[in-house]
């Protein structure tokens, strides 16, 4: 194998495992919930005019 084949074949790997380990962290157990958590932050209104 050349040179040039030995990096395009690290490369695609190296996409393939960030593909993988991306899907692991977004469907394990438990990240619904962590999400709704973060999402539900309660947000202070600082403006003049709030009512």
Known sequence: MSALALLQ???LLALVLGFLLLLVRLFRPGA????????A???R???????
Do not use: S, W
């Not at 619904?32 to 999402?39: C, I, S, T």
């Not at 209104?45 to 009512?51: K, L, Q, V, Y």
């Open 9 to 11: 074949t690290g490369v």
């Open 41 to 43: 932050i309660p947000f």
């Open 32 to 39: 619904r919930e962590e999400a709704d958590r973060a999402a």
């Open 45 to 51: 209104d600082d403006r003049e005019d709030a009512a």
